[in-house]
């Protein structure tokens, strides 16, 4: 009888074991590509986003939309730093994969293929629908810069800048950003708990 018992204990130890392997391996299934495919944690260091992103606030970046599609005028978009070694596309995959670069948040301003001036903190994009050009609207800038700047374009580059236009190093310090650098967007904000929202910083120019 003792010896029965034992045996169901065992048996029932052992099928507890493999169940919890098993739901372990689908966790592994489902989560993994979803972690380094589709969505990733993400949290901002600095001010350069101020006030539409805090130090410290813990975002969920959209890796997928990037894939099917290339980044658009006013994206918050997280993005490999250009000027990073690390972050150089032929350092070895396996390197890269490990011991991954510096990563920025930025807003993208200029699109492939178009001029990019700025006066004080007037921003005048020119491009071949609008070939007189035309001013940005940015109710998301608080902190004004005194900046000169004119930049052309490439087929293959962005032009970036922090909302925190007098606290940020970006396409006006290190130049535009290659479109193979991008990673992701902005897509949820999960702290602070009082600021939850979806796509943070999202804005459309009427």
């Known amino acids: 009888m ?60 959209d890796e997928l939309s990037y894939e099917l599609s290339n980044p658009k005028r006013n994206d918050v978009a997280v993005f490999k730093y250009p000027g990073d070694p690390k972050n150089n596309p032929n350092r070895n995959f396996i390197l890269r994969f490990f011991d991954p670069g510096k990563y920025f ?19 005048t994009i020119t491009n071949n629908e609008y070939p007189e050009g035309f001013k940005l609207d940015q109710p998301f800038v608080k902190n004004a810069a005194n900046n000169d700047t004119h930049v ?27 479109g193979e650098f991008f ?13 939850i929202d979806i796509l943070p910083g999202n804005y459309k120019q009427i």
């Open 183 to 195: 990673t992701g967007k902005a897509f949820l904000r999960l702290l602070p708990i009082n600021k």
């Open 105 to 123: 948040i930025k807003r993208v301003i200029g699109l492939p293929n178009e001029t990019v001036d700025i006066k004080g903190n007037v921003v």
């Open 2 to 61: 003792c010896y029965i018992i034992l045996m169901e204990q065992e048996k029932s130890t052992s099928q507890s074991f493999w169940e919890l392997v098993r739901f372990a391996l689908i966790a592994l299934i489902i989560v993994f590509p979803i972690r380094w495919f589709i969505a990733d944690p993400f949290i901002v260091s600095g001010s350069s986003m101020v006030p539409t992103f805090e130090n410290g606030d813990y975002l969920i970046v």
């Open 152 to 178: 052309v374009l490439k087929s293959d580059e962005y032009f970036v800048m922090g909302d925190n236009r007098s606290g940020s190093s970006d396409s006006r310090a290190w130049g535009p950003v290659k």
